[in-house]
């Protein structure tokens, strides 16, 4: 891969590209995950749940930010026009990533016997977990910031296609245990080194060095209380028992896919983020995030939405009637992961310009996680799993609604009618969700008032999402959205 010459590909495939990316990593996990689930059973995809969960909160330790390390700075230093300092950022942070999840992958077996009183081999397929979960989101990262979105894309073709083949193949084999897991680890390892950045080279300046460890530093402390809060509702819900962790896992896992694809997006926007901060374009700043939080209003809360109203037929058609007693936590998750979407461009926004922003993403962020271990002590011990997922939609509503008013002022954005619009989207879900479960089970009264609100919806602000699109195919991107100021 050539890390000073980015990929001739037009914004919007580059975009295409991204969701491809990244919904194939996601997605293969999901199928993976779902074959245990309908094949080995409950147990076994709580067991294989509850590994990666302790996987990736580990991961968001140090090792997930470099992700967006390398995406900010090799774009930064490719606006620069600084080749060196390209290569030099890349191999910086190689060694950054291999010495920290290499400390963090040993203590990964003693923190699973420890904890769950597992088999050391257990632990150790953890650690495969953690280092090539931690791998490939860096190589991810530098792909894009280095503009070779369409080579990821491939790459992520190839390993997704093998990894479910050896899911696939194991539960033929009849294995149902942790060891489901290592079809995972292969996938992202294969990533890893197809897509790791060998011609890094150089060192960077002691200046940028200490700016790129404070970055990451302060982004881990964020993510591990913002992405890794998700993980560590898994381990907790894994306390209860191996069933309540069975249980949790399909909602969850039903739920988080669809975030991957806000997920694809921002990674597109934050080197474009990155590189208007360096040449101090405000206004383009504003308009990239205001036109991007319009569209995914538009088109994210039908989805969220409807999915949390129609949470029982879905789950029975997904999982299986094995599954139904978790439905009734995924319009909590819908909820909490509605609204952390939402915010993700304010985030973006915030986080891609100075490192004193770090501190708004990293405070907040901590404040969303001590709010979820309240939620976590008052109503775990009645509710049980139920008190699980609402302990943390509390956590992550409450991260994700300071820092899209942060955003919101820091920007100056017109956000008051854009406010009240997410409000009465919110407001809508939860008493339409509230009336299905507190009624008989209908699956088809379920699924007509979720279509009903997912077209209402649509109908209202499609037209947004389509004047948008319009605008970037007529090369008017960095005008704003349609409907900025209303």
């Known amino acids: 891969m050539d890390l000073e010459h980015p990929e001739q590909v037009p914004p919007a495939r580059k975009a295409l590209f991204s969701m491809l990316s990244v919904g194939l990593q996601g997605g293969s996990r999901f199928i993976s995950n779902w074959l245990i689930g309908r094949i080995a059973g409950q147990l076994a995809l709580g067991g294989v749940a509850s590994a990666t969960a302790l996987a990736f909160t580990l991961n968001t330790l140090w090792p997930s930010s470099a992700q967006g390390g390398a995406s900010k700075f090799i774009a930064r230093a490719r606006g620069k026009q600084d080749p060196d300092e390209v290569r030099a950022v890349a191999a910086h942070l190689s060694r950054r990533v291999l010495q920290v999840t290499g400390a963090l992958a040993v203590l990964a077996p003693p923190i699973w016997v420890l904890l769950y009183g597992g088999a050391w081999w257990e632990g150790l397929c953890v650690s495969a977990i953690l280092i090539t979960v931690a791998s490939s989101s860096f190589a991810r990262g530098v792909h894009f910031g280095s503009g070779h979105v369409a080579r990821s894309a491939r790459v992520d073709l190839v390993a997704s296609g093998f990894g479910i083949g050896f899911t696939v193949l194991l539960l033929l084999l009849g294995v149902r245990s942790?060891?489901?897991?290592?079809?995972?680890?292969?996938?992202?390892?294969?990533?890893?080194?197809?897509?790791?950045?060998?011609?890094?080279?150089?060192?960077?300046?002691?200046?940028?060095?200490?700016?790129?460890?404070?970055?990451?530093?302060?982004?881990?402390?964020?993510?591990?209380?913002?992405?890794?809060?998700?993980?560590?509702?898994?381990?907790?819900?894994?306390?209860?028992?191996?069933?309540?962790?069975?249980?949790?896992?399909?909602?969850?896992?039903?739920?988080?896919?669809?975030?991957?694809?806000?997920?694809?997006?921002?990674?597109?926007?934050?080197?474009?983020?990155?590189?208007?901060?360096?040449?101090g374009d405000r206004d383009r700043i504003r308009k990239q995030t205001d036109a991007v939080t319009r569209a995914f209003m538009a088109i994210l809360v039908p989805i969220f939405g409807a999915l949390a109203i129609a949470s029982r037929p879905v789950m029975a058609l997904v999982w299986g009637t094995r599954f139904e007693g978790a439905a009734h936590l995924m319009p909590v998750f819908c909820l909490a992961l509605l609204l952390n979407n939402l915010a993700a461009p304010s985030v973006a926004s915030v986080t891609s310009g100075p490192h004193r922003n770090m501190w708004y993403s990293m405070l907040l962020s901590q404040a969303g996680l001590v709010a979820a271990i309240i939620g976590w002590v008052v109503l775990v011990p009645p509710l049980g799993v139920l008190g699980v997922a609402v302990g943390y939609g509390i956590g992550a509503a409450l991260t994700a609604v300071s820092l899209f008013c942060v955003a919101w002022r820091m920007n100056s954005q017109r956000w008051f009618g854009l406010s009240i619009q997410i409000l009465i989207g919110v407001a809508v879900i939860i008493a339409a969700s509230v009336w299905r479960h507190l009624s008989p089970v209908d699956y088809l009264i379920d699924s007509l008032v979720a279509a009903g609100f997912a077209l209402a919806w649509l109908a209202v602000f499609g037209r947004r999402v389509i004047g948008l699109l319009r605008s970037r195919r007529s090369g008017g991107g960095d005008k704003g959205d349609p409907g900025e100021g209303h």
């Open 178 to 279: 942790i060891a489901l897991s290592l079809p995972l680890s292969v996938s992202l390892g294969i990533y890893s080194l197809l897509c790791w950045p060998w011609s890094g080279s150089g060192r960077p300046d002691r200046e940028l060095r200490s700016e790129i460890d404070k970055f990451i530093t302060f982004s881990s402390l964020g993510s591990l209380a913002s992405a890794g809060m998700l993980q560590i509702s898994q381990l907790i819900a894994r306390s209860l028992g191996e069933a309540a962790a069975g249980e949790y896992a399909p909602a969850l896992q039903l739920v988080t896919p669809l975030s991957l694809i806000t997920s694809a997006l921002i990674m597109v926007l934050f080197p474009a983020m990155a590189e208007a901060q360096g040449s």
